[in-house]
């Protein structure tokens, strides 16, 4: 594999960066302020703001001349990343502090604002702390954003190549069963998916070179195996945190699905090993985080690239209310790290993708013995 990555070495940290962290921060710390002067007592909100107010003093610190600037930056990504914490934990708990919006019955979330903007904080601290400066803060950002409207594509993409395919099937046998629709589903996904990710290919001009496709070997198979330990070990202690803190998790729609019907199982479970881990690594690992070492680190990307492998899955946990949807995505977050590590570390998209269809598929099986 072969790419380049792009770094400002160099060039200084711009005091651009710090002003926008400056921004970001203070508009987490208004954000969480707020609720307590309303009578929260929330001890979640209460970290989280003084966790923002260090935040907005760290940016501010960075500044002034005859400070290190890399120790100022470093305390405001770890702030800000607490409190990215703090406030999800709010949430999960039904701490939303919302307030009402002008138009119509629409409210706000003060506590989703805290967790999103200290979560583009945390990265601005990140940025600052490894000397990028404005123009590389900037297209970095935009470089983010192309990737993940691409992995949001591919999410539309299949649900339209799934309506493609079941019209012409509903006009000549009728309405769909449920593992009728099913199979397409997965159908209009290998079909969604793989044209956006090689539609995106031809648009930058790269072949099917730039595919990470290699025959495995023995080493390839020990991290296969080594993978599959791996996920599973992290799905565990993820989930053991969740319950000591009392963290409570929205359930995927397939899992709710599989309640009442449980042999759409039957069809997922191989669609796992053959669609499923395939082409979600392929969009996701080769082509977006693959992308993603122009502009970021190697680690950096695996980063970005597993938040935006996280934010395409918010519709699947869509039933749950944000906090619970929020656990979940951080469980994905989570897996997608390791997935995103064993892609980097081997240079084989076969890798990835077999391990990711063996974690699915023994999930569904687990399923289909609970409720068959």
Not at 250 to 268: D, F, K
Request: glycine fraction near 12%.
């Amino acid at each position: 594999m072969t790419e380049t990555v792009r770094t400002d070495a160099g060039s200084g940290t711009s005091a651009v960066v710090s002003g926008v962290g400056t921004g970001f921060a203070a508009v987490t710390m208004a954000a969480l302020v707020v609720p307590i002067r309303r009578g929260v007592e929330a001890p979640s909100v209460w970290a989280g703001a003084a966790f923002a107010i260090v935040c907005v003093l760290a940016f501010l610190a960075s500044r002034r001349t005859g400070i290190d600037r890399r120790i100022v930056s470093a305390v405001a990504a770890v702030s800000s990343a607490v409190v990215v914490i703090v406030s999800a934990y709010a949430l999960n708990q039904g701490i939303t502090a919302s307030v009402p919006l002008p138009i119509g019955s629409w409210s706000l979330s003060l506590v989703f604002v805290a967790f999103f903007t200290a979560g583009l904080t945390a990265g601005i601290g990140v940025a600052q702390f490894v000397g990028i400066d404005g123009g590389g803060l900037k297209d970095r950002s935009l470089h983010t954003t192309s990737l993940t409207v691409l992995g949001l594509g591919g999410l539309v993409a299949a649900q339209v190549a799934t309506a493609l395919v079941a019209l012409p099937l509903m006009l000549v046998i009728g309405t769909l069963s449920l593992t009728q629709l099913v199979v397409v589903s997965q159908l209009g996904m290998a079909l969604g998916t793989g044209a956006v990710a090689i539609g995106y290919l031809v648009y930058r001009g790269d072949g099917l070179s730039y595919l990470d496709l290699e025959m495995p070997t023995v080493r390839d198979a020990l991290w296969i195996v080594a993978g599959v330990f791996v996920l599973f070990g992290a799905l565990m202690a993820i989930s053991a945190v969740f319950y000591t803190v009392g963290v409570e998790s929205s359930e995927h729609g397939t899992a709710q699905q599989a309640q009442t019907n449980p042999e759409i199982l039957l069809v997922l479970i191989p669609a796992s090993l053959l669609i499923i881990g395939p082409f979600e690594e392929l969009l996701y690992r080769n082509v977006i985080q693959k992308s993603l070492y122009e502009t970021f680190s190697r680690y950096g990307a695996v980063v970005v690239g597993s938040v935006v492998f996280a934010i395409v899955h918010v519709l699947a946990y869509g039933t749950a209310g944000p906090g619970e949807v929020i656990a979940s995505l951080g469980v994905i977050f989570g897996l997608s790290l390791v997935l995103g590590t064993i892609y980097e570390r081997t240079e084989n998209l076969v890798v990835p993708a077999v391990i990711h269809g063996i974690y699915n598929a023994i999930l569904f099986t687990n399923l289909y013995a609970m409720y068959a």
